[in-house]
């Protein structure tokens, strides 16, 4: 059981955007999860990024996690990160 939040999308930028641009903030995600927010944002920080290197993502995990979760979850599928970091580590 392990559920993540995405605490920081820096793809978006405020003001003028096309429609189905979104801010991914406060996206959560997990597997038959039962921890708050509250809990998840006390959780481990980790960082997604694209195969230029360039930050995505920043959010917080929590719970029984290998690491890729956030990334096989959302990262990928969403905007097309290739990896993830945990205290400046990538796994």
Known sequence: MYS???TRD???KKGN???WETDATGTMGG???TFTKEEIL???TFQMFDDD???YYEGKIIGDYSGFEPLDD???PNAGCTS???DGKRL
Do not use: C, P, R, S
Request: proline content about 0%.
């Open 10 to 12: 820096v793809l978006f």
């Open 31 to 33: 597997h038959d999860t």
């Open 74 to 76: 959302f990262g990928m």
């Open 17 to 19: 955007n096309e429609e």
């Open 84 to 86: 993830i970091w945990y």
């Open 53 to 55: 290197m360039n930050l």
């Open 42 to 44: 006390k959780g481990v």
């Open 4 to 6: 993540w939040i995405i």
